[in-house]
T-cell receptor, first 111, second 114 residues
Framework: QKEVEQNSGPLSVPEGAIASLNCTYS??????FFWYRQYSGKSPELIMF????GDKEDGRFTAQLNKASQYVSLLIRDSQPSDSATYLC???????????FGPGTSLSVIP | NAGVTQTPKFQVLKTGQSMTLQCAQD?????MYWYRQDPGMGLRLIYY???????DKGEVPNGYNVSRLNKREFSLRLESAAPSQTSVYFC?????????????FGPGTRLTVL
């Protein structure tokens, strides 16, 4: 079992819809969880992090964490074509200072 | 602040050649990382340095060496390049303390080994 898993996609949603991106992880002791956005040919950039169970909202983005189910998700409301990118889930586990990245989910927002 | 910088941006090597990828950060971060990214594989950790003077292997360290020259700089060396090392290489840095550990990435180096 891979340590961090994501649906590879591609995920296609119409402009204005809600995009839902999912991530599961294997290390039950994981402490913090990150969502990075990566445009084609560019480096990853952090858009959200969460470390407590529940929801965390930042503008159009909501991160949801359920540690009991070892599941973290990212919701993008009112999706825009500029949201088209690969979204990487990253998990900080019990090993000091190491973050494990998932393979990423490709999102395409159709105008 | 420049954040995380990497040189070179592009490089083509022949099998067996050696080269060093340079990385520097100006955010006074303690921890630095080298990743490679291949299609469908996500980011894989090669080596990391939790603090100045320490380095540790990541998921895919074979064929690479690193040097944490000082707090700002972390270099990655390929001693004898192989076609399997064709990839995009990213350097990143973080404060390295506490649960947050947000990582900031450099622009990447696209390496092709012929």
């Amino acid at each position: 079992q891979k340590e961090v898993e994501q649906n590879s996609g591609p995920l296609s949603v119409p402009e204005g819809a809600i995009a839902s991106l999912n991530c599961t992880y294997s290390d039950r002791g994981s402490q913090s969880f990150f969502w990075y956005r990566q445009y084609s040919g560019k480096s990853p950039e952090l858009i959200m992090f969460i470390y407590s169970n529940g929801d965390k909202e930042d503008g159009r983005f909501t991160a949801q964490l359920n540690k009991a189910s070892q599941y973290v998700s990212l919701l993008i409301r009112d999706s825009q074509p500029s949201d088209s990118a690969t979204y990487l889930c990253a998990v900080k586990g019990t090993s000091y200072d190491k973050v494990i990245f998932g393979p990423g989910t490709s999102l395409s927002v159709i105008p | 602040n420049a954040g995380v910088t990497q040189t070179p941006k592009f490089q083509v090597l022949k099998t067996g050649q050696s080269m060093t990828l340079q990385c520097a950060q100006d955010m006074n971060h303690n921890s630095m990382y080298w990743y490679r990214q291949d299609p469908g594989m996500g980011l894989r950790l090669i080596y990391y340095s939790a603090s100045e003077g320490t380095t540790d292997k990541g998921e895919v360290p074979n064929g690479y060496n690193v040097s944490r020259l000082n707090k700002r700089e972390f270099s990655l060396r390929l001693e004898s390049a192989a076609p399997s090392q064709t990839s995009v290489y990213f350097c990143a840095s973080s404060r390295g303390q506490g649960v947050y550990n947000e990582q900031f990435f450099g622009p990447g180096t696209r390496l092709t080994v012929l």
